[in-house]
């Protein structure tokens, strides 16, 4: 077995590494232009999507924007001579160009007075181990997106989650969970960011549901509603996933969603999607929030009668077979994420 010299495994362990680091590369380009003995190293990345190529240089030479690397052959090794006009001067140079994955491209390149062919040698070697971190480059930014379309899909359907200790105290929180907080009147930020609902019944049943969290890591998730208009409750489980907060005083995790529009909002909006009338369109809501049609008629000052002929006709413009059926195109429809 071949045992990898020092001088490899200075260079290809943070070539590696590199894609984690901020900015990106930085030891590698050190080490690189260290070992290389050159004045400047570089790497130029061009990411789909993204406004502008992106240079990362350690030294104070870099290519010039108006050089052709776009042009290069793939895994080839260029000069300057070849890239620049006859007598154009400037620093010698060696890059090379390199492919990765889901279309990124990279130019990886040494500048300096004393270039020659040993430099050109040395990027031809790490070309093969430099694909495979643009590989993991392309595998990071397509997971980041998918992670990005997630969640913009959980903010424009007001869901966030906090993470609580045994106190009821926030040891983390996403970022739509923290806009919650700062507007919500159901719920908020206390002293000592102990995380407390406006009514104090509700703050003794979340504080008992955490503490038995705190005992029970097995117990069954339980839900709370924290508010009718604007419509908000929240999911109170056992923590399971310790790396998601990153920090053992975590002991249950509270999901939360909150309707960012009032009821009478949620009609005019129902009115519009299923051409209902505004009084169809006030026991729709009614009805998707769970109330039979007894309770539904009480609230809007119907007779029974009445609340069921509305909503016959209710089932008959948005396409519901009965009041499951309703609550289902309704809640989980385009209105979740108004």
């Known amino acids: 077995m071949r045992i990898p010299n020092i001088g490899e495994v200075e260079l290809l362990v943070p070539l590696q590494e590199g894609v984690f680091e901020q900015p990106m590369w930085g030891t590698f380009l050190r080490r690189l232009r260290r070992v290389a003995g050159v004045d400047s190293a570089m790497i130029r990345l061009s990411i789909p999507g993204a406004r502008d190529e992106i240079d990362l240089v350690e030294g104070k030479m870099r290519a010039s924007a108006d050089l052709p690397l776009a042009d290069l052959r793939e895994g080839r090794v260029y000069s300057a001579d070849e890239l620049s006009e006859p007598g154009a001067g400037g620093p010698d140079m060696r890059v090379i160009r390199l492919a990765g994955a889901e279309g990124i491209e990279a130019w990886m390149a040494l500048l300096g007075d004393d270039i020659d062919a040993e430099h050109s040698r040395l990027l031809t070697a790490l070309a093969p181990y430099f694909r495979v971190a643009l590989r993991v480059l392309a595998s990071m930014e397509r997971e980041k997106a998918r992670a990005s379309l997630s969640a913009d899909a959980l903010a424009r359907m007001n869901f966030g989650w906090v993470a609580l200790d045994e106190r009821c105290r926030i040891v983390e929180c996403d970022p739509q969970a923290d806009r919650f907080l700062s507007r919500s009147g159901a719920l908020r930020r206390g002293p000592y960011d102990r995380l407390t609902p406006s009514s104090p019944e ?137």
């Open 202 to 338: 509700l703050d003794r049943q979340l504080t008992a549901l955490v503490r038995e969290c705190a005992a029970d890591r097995h117990l069954r998730p339980r839900a709370i509603n924290l508010s009718r208009d604007p419509w908000v409750e929240v999911l109170v489980s056992p923590v399971h996933l310790d790396t998601l907060v990153g920090d053992s005083r975590a002991v249950a995790m509270l999901y939360l969603r909150g309707d960012r529009s009032s009821s009478a909002d949620r009609h005019e909006q129902l009115a519009d999607l299923f051409d209902l009338t505004p009084a169809e369109a006030r026991l729709a809501w009614s009805l998707s929030q769970g109330l039979s049609i007894a309770e539904a008629a009480e609230q809007h000052g119907l007779t029974i009668e009445t609340a069921r002929y509305y909503s016959k006709k209710i089932y008959a413009k948005t396409g519901a077979r009965g009041q499951v059926d309703l609550v289902r195109n309704i809640l989980t429809g385009v209105l979740a994420l108004a």
